[in-house]
């Protein structure tokens, strides 16, 4: 499946728009992890366990709207974007969603 943040695809020709389609995942962010990721913070430097907790996270809502997608029939997400919120009460956990919309397309 062809997944893009364009509103088109190059060499293809989109014969029919399917629906919005969308994956959110939400992760909790570890105690342990806030402990040394607050440490990194205060000496500077990039937070190793949040980048890897961040890049889990968006493959996996990518990957649940690239299924949902193929559930409608769909070879291709076209317009997709990528947002991020910290949620809970305490901001403790992360959600991530994609959306885009789903499409059927073929070779120009």
Do not use: C
């Amino acid at each position: 499946m062809i997944i893009s943040t364009t509103p088109s695809l190059e060499g293809y020709v989109i014969k029919e728009y399917l629906n919005i389609v969308t994956g959110e995942v939400i992760v909790g962010a570890n105690m342990f992890r806030d402990l040394f990721a607050n440490i990194r913070d205060m000496v500077g430097g990039r937070s190793g366990a949040y980048e890897n907790v961040l890049e889990r996270a968006r493959g996996e809502a990518l990957a649940e709207m690239q299924e949902r997608a193929a559930d409608m029939g769909a070879n291709a997400v076209i317009g997709v974007d990528l947002d991020y919120e910290v949620v809970g009460q305490s901001g403790s956990m992360l959600m991530v969603s994609a959306s885009g919309t789903a499409v059927l397309v073929e070779r120009a």
